[in-house]
T-cell receptor, first 112, second 113 residues
């Protein structure tokens, strides 16, 4: 079993839809949870960053962490064609000399 | 201003050759990384350096050797290239490491023929 599981998709939605992306993990020591967005032929860039449990909102994006279920989510409201990209969840036990483990990434297509 | 830059962007080479990829960051970060992303988009860490010191060394063949001449640079040298080395290699940096935000370079697309 991988430490971080993420459905690779692809996920195709119409413009304006609410998108839900999810990851599950097995390591209960993870405390830092991140979502990166990667456009085709580009490097990943940080979208959302959460420490421990709870929700975080930034514009159309909401990140949720449920440590009791070892489950994290990213919601995108009013999705736009420009949101079409691969979304990678990532998590780490701590800062410093700890690894960041990435999910496989979910490919999202938003149709105009 | 480019934060994390990599050269070259594309690299096409024959099996058995030796090649290097260079990475530079101008963010003043202490930690730098090399990741390999395969055709299924899975991003896997290879190495991590903090202030020129190796702190993460994943199970990669010893044909791969990182070198950090200073904390702004982390180069990757690959000996005796194999078909399975074909992938996109990303350099990244972060202020400290681990759960910090990482800033990625544009990637180097390596194709081994």
């Amino acid at each position: 079993q991988k430490e971080v599981e993420q459905d690779p998709g692809p996920l195709s939605v119409p413009e304006g839809a609410i998108v839900s992306l999810n990851c599950t993990y097995s390591n209960s020591a993870f405390q830092y949870f991140m979502w990166y967005r990667q456009y085709s032929r580009k490097g990943p860039e940080l979208l959302m960053y959460t420490y421990s449990s709870g929700n975080k909102e930034d514009g159309r994006f909401t990140a949720q962490v449920d440590k009791s279920s070892k489950y994290i989510s990213l919601f995108i409201r009013d999705s736009q064609p420009s949101d079409s990209a691969t979304y990678l969840c990532a998590m780490s036990e701590n800062t410093g000399g700890f690894k960041t483990i990435f999910g496989a990434g979910t490919r999202l297509f938003v149709k105009a | 201003d480019t934060a994390v830059s990599q050269t070259p962007k594309y690299l096409v080479t024959q099996m058995g050759n030796d090649k290097s990829i260079k990475c530079e960051q101008n963010l003043g970060h202490d930690t730098m990384y090399w990741y390999k992303q395969d055709s299924k988009k899975f991003l896997k860490i290879m190495f991590s350096y903090n202030n020129k010191e190796l702190i993460i060394n994943e199970t990669v063949p010893n044909r791969f050797s990182p070198k950090s001449p200073d904390k702004a640079h982390l180069n990757l040298h690959i000996n005796s290239l194999e078909l399975g080395d074909s992938a996109v290699y990303f350099c990244a940096s972060s202020p400290r490491g681990g759960g910090d935000t990482q800033y990625f370079g544009p990637g180097t697309r390596l194709t081994v023929l």
